[in-house]
């Protein structure tokens, strides 16, 4: 996709397509008063015929305009005037760009934009439709053999701004939301793939090629021999039951002085996770094939920030594996030592997550990391907990959480602050082992939280559960591509500090 920033005049930037917007009530936007005039009220007097209410989200398709005019119109509905805000422009401009790709437009300018809202910047916008008009395009790679209907035509997006110094903020925002994108349609690309093709070995072959794209970024995977000898006894218990070998991934980003302390990303990679010996019920069991979700998550961010030339250091850490049930998989009530030394007792094979991660989080501390952040489909008690809304954040620090936050707020990818006290890892005692994997089902995000903390004594650590917000089931099942904004958002700012 092609931005081009202009200044000037919106509706007499010539495209393919212009993108305009009405308010509930029938208020058009400042952007499409000056074609409404062109089009002497053609526009305004859909409301009164009852052809356009514009409710939030609606899209009305516009052609045959006339001489000097736009070849089409999309019309946008905005919702209430009173109601309307960033999210809101998010929530209206996502449909308006999928109709305009249903058309044959080659360009389409987005004069909606442009409409005012209290404290969102040039910036702010060129982002925003950077990251929407890449997204409209996403297609899920499926497997589906009747022939493919036609891709879209839409190549350019022209983005009026009202001056040049406008204009050149928007254009950083068009590159930071581009990159964003391509770090959402990475993760979603994986994440959407069957655990068939999607094996632990086939997301060591993606970080191998991300490396060969990026100078900047080295690439070591770790096979069992290797992970055996870090005595990751906890990452072997999980891997035992599968016929597909372990893979602990690092990738190694240098964008700042080489004694900079790095950033380190760790992503739960579980390709498969049937529960084990622990066996899910079978209901909604393929949606499990998500469960790599936050290594999706981690190796599109680092195509992001590859892309960005980010002025930071930061290593990507992905233990990878299945979780299946087998002659030879660990078993309710086995006993293993992790990395850390420390010595686990695993009443429950299905909360195998932690266990990955736990030895990959002591593994972190080889880096001498500045911050660490683990992302990860950890538990099915956040989901109640938040619903598909928000992320669960966990961390010991006030100060990280509250970055956090700030970031998913900014890239509109929310994060919600969850407890994680001492009285968490309660639940968790053991009456033969340092502690168990599981506590009971009460405030389990938590716990499960307090597990990893176990692990993270003195790093500067924040834990994600993206269980909730990583994918959407039922109808609409795929991958969001969560919580690139936020992690992206969060780089950025701390490149910036
Ligand atoms: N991958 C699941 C968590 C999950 C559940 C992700 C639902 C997305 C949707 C995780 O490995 C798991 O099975 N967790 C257990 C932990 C329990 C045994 C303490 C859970 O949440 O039920
Ligand atoms: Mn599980
Ligand atoms: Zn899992």
């Not at 254009?171 to 979603?188: D, F, K, N, P, S």
């Not at 090629?209 to 000898?229: D, M, N, P, S």
């Not at 981690?298 to 030339?309: I, P, S, Y």
Request: aromatic share 4%.
């Amino acid at each position: 996709m092609q931005f081009q920033v202009v200044s000037g005049k919106a509706a007499s930037t010539p495209s393919d397509c212009a993108v305009i917007g009405a308010y509930e009530g029938g208020t058009l936007a400042a952007s499409a008063r000056e074609l409404d005039r062109r089009l002497n009220g053609r526009i305004a007097a859909l409301h009164g015929r009852g052809d356009f209410g514009g409710k939030l989200g609606d899209t009305l398709l516009l052609t045959d305009l006339g001489e000097g005019l736009p070849v089409r119109i999309v019309l946008a509905g905005l919702g209430a005037k009173a109601a309307f805000g960033r999210r809101a422009l998010r929530r209206a401009l996502a449909p308006a760009l999928a109709a305009v790709t249903r058309t044959g437009a080659r360009s389409a300018s987005l004069d909606i934009a442009g409409e005012p809202i209290r404290g969102f910047d040039a910036y702010a916008r060129g982002r925003l439709v950077a990251e929407l008009a890449e997204l409209a395009l996403y297609r899920i790679p499926d497997l589906k053999t009747a022939p493919k209907p036609m891709p879209p035509a839409l190549a350019t997006i022209v983005l009026p701004m009202p001056d040049a110094k406008s204009a050149r903020a928007a254009e950083l925002g068009v590159e930071h939301g581009a990159a964003i994108a391509l770090g959402i349609r990475q993760t979603r690309d994986l994440a959407n793939l069957p655990a068939n093709i999607c094996t632990p070995a086939y997301l060591a072959n993606t970080a191998r090629g991300l490396a060969k794209r990026h100078r900047k970024l080295q690439v070591t995977v770790h096979g069992r021999r290797q992970i055996e000898k870090l005595r990751m006894g906890a990452f072997l218990a999980v891997t035992r039951g599968s016929d597909e070998p372990p893979q602990l991934i690092v990738i190694e980003y240098r964008g700042a002085a080489a004694g900079a302390a790095p950033i380190v990303l760790v992503g739960k990679g579980i390709t498969f996770d049937s529960g084990g010996i622990s066996l899910k019920d079978p209901g909604g069991m393929d949606e499990m094939k998500f469960d790599m979700s936050g290594a999706a998550s981690v190796l599109g961010t680092m195509a992001a920030v590859a892309q960005l030339a980010l002025p930071l250091n930061i290593v990507c850490v992905v233990p990878t594996c299945e979780n299946m049930p087998d002659g030879r998989a660990v078993k309710p009530g086995d006993i293993v030592k992790t990395m850390s030394g420390q010595t686990v007792e695993i009443l429950n094979t299905d909360a195998e997550g932690r266990l990955i991660l736990c030895d990959a989080l002591h593994f972190a501390r080889r880096f001498k990391p500045a911050t660490v952040l683990d992302v990860a489909t950890l538990t099915g008690a956040c989901v109640i907990a938040l619903g598909p809304h928000l992320s669960g954040v966990f961390t010991p620090d006030d100060r990280l959480a509250a970055e956090l936050l700030a970031a998913g707020t900014r890239a509109d990818d929310g994060a919600w602050r969850m407890p994680l006290t001492e009285d968490y890892a309660e639940p968790l005692k053991s009456n033969f082992a340092d502690f168990a994997n599981v506590g009971g089902r009460e405030g389990g995000a938590s716990v499960a939280a307090a597990y990893l903390a176990k692990f993270t004594q003195n790093l500067n650590w924040a834990h994600l559960d993206i269980a909730g917000t990583a994918y959407l089931g039922g109808a609409q099942k795929s991958s969001t591509g969560r919580p690139i904004g936020l992690l992206v958002d969060f780089l950025l700012a701390r490149a910036q500090r």
